[in-house]
């Protein structure tokens, strides 16, 4: 009639594939493992990146809320405050440059045209900076000659 099978070939088949599932188990586990570990490297990266830029960030909205203050008033600004800024303004360019140098190493899509707009932004800033601390009516002349928009308020 049929063939029987031993219960040594059974039980050793049934080991076989419950080690075979086992197998495919870990290393389901370990492939997911190592794509956590890419994720958390990405994101470890840009934040890298990132750190740079709000400091460059904070740095820029720090000097222009000095700028203002003392564009507004009718006297030119003394020493302490203009080199604060000079200050604000010497931190925020290598931290830019901190910025780009580390976006380089990093994998995105798009990322030279997303590096060549922060580099010309940066470039638009340093050149369109108003002269720091000049009294009101020569500043507002040297704004309105670069194009920037001025108002009686200040």
Known sequence: MGRTISINTLLKSL??????????????????AWRDQRTADRIYAIAEAINPLFIALQNLRVERGTVNTALATTEPANA??????AALRAASGPALERAVARL???????????????????????????????????????????????????
């Open 80 to 85: 302490a405050t203009r080199s604060d800024v």
């Open 104 to 154: 380089e190493t990093i994998e995105l899509n798009d990322k030279a045209r997303l590096v060549g707009d922060l580099v010309r932004t940066q470039k638009a800033v340093t050149e369109r900076r108003p002269p720091c601390c000049k009294p009101r009516a020569r500043a507002r002349r040297r704004c309105r000659a670069i194009g920037w928009p001025t108002s009686a308020a200040w």
């Open 15 to 32: 080991i076989g594939l419950i080690a075979l599932g086992l197998v495919a188990v870990f290393a389901s586990s370990a492939y997911e």
